[in-house]
């Protein structure tokens, strides 16, 4: 996403069981990342946090 202050982007994959999320950030900005129950606060730039995320069984919806 192109904003004012510049591309914003994030995304996520697995690998080896953990949680990686890429982020980018913009000049000026910060961001907070949360995997699990641990956060990470990044400011601008390329940034990947790598965690092992508290997986939750959601129930069931209606109307599917």
Do not use: C, F, M, Y
């Not at 202050?5 to 982020?23: E, I, Q, Y």
């Not at 910060?30 to 069984?57: C, M």
């Amino acid at each position: 996403l192109d904003t004012g202050r510049g591309l914003v982007s994030a995304g996520w994959h697995t690998r080896d069981g953990k949680l990686v999320v890429d982020a980018t950030i913009p000049t000026g900005s910060t961001a907070t990342i949360t995997v699990g129950d641990v956060s990470t606060n990044i400011g601008p730039g390329t940034h990947q946090v790598i965690g092992t995320p508290e997986l939750q069984a959601l129930p069931p919806t209606s109307g599917t």
